[in-house]
């Protein structure tokens, strides 16, 4: 009986920090393995430098659209674009214009 008695006791101190070194163990692997850790740092890092290459190029493409705008403003249309525009999309030519198809 005195040595079931100790046999639980043991039990009793072991299962505690056993229990503790095992929820260490998870979070210590999930900090490692987990979406948003250690090892996924790499793949995070390849997604940044692509994702910084296509906000360049959105960059270089806003300030053209910016630029665009700015000569077509109300006040101070760009007369060589608005003519540009004009035939392009109403498909007109001036009676001394001469067309020469690209393709």
Do not use: C, F, H
């Not at 163990?25 to 995070?44: C, F, R, V």
């Not at 290459?53 to 700015?70: G, P, W, Y």
Request: charged share 30%; hydrophobic share 45%; glycine share 6%.
């Amino acid at each position: 009986m005195v040595q079931g008695k100790k046999n639980s006791q043991y039990m009793k101190t072991v299962v505690g920090p056993g229990l503790a070194l095992v929820a260490l163990l998870g979070i210590a692997s999930y900090a490692l393995l987990g979406p948003t850790g250690i090892i996924a740092w790499t793949d995070y890092r390849a997604a940044l430098s692509e994702r910084k290459i296509e906000l360049a190029e959105l960059k270089k493409e806003r300030d053209s659209l910016r630029n665009r705008q700015l000569l077509l403003d109300r006040d101070n249309v760009d007369p060589d674009l608005a003519g540009e525009l004009m035939r392009k999309e109403l498909n007109v030519v001036a009676p001394d214009e001469v067309v020469v198809p690209l393709k």
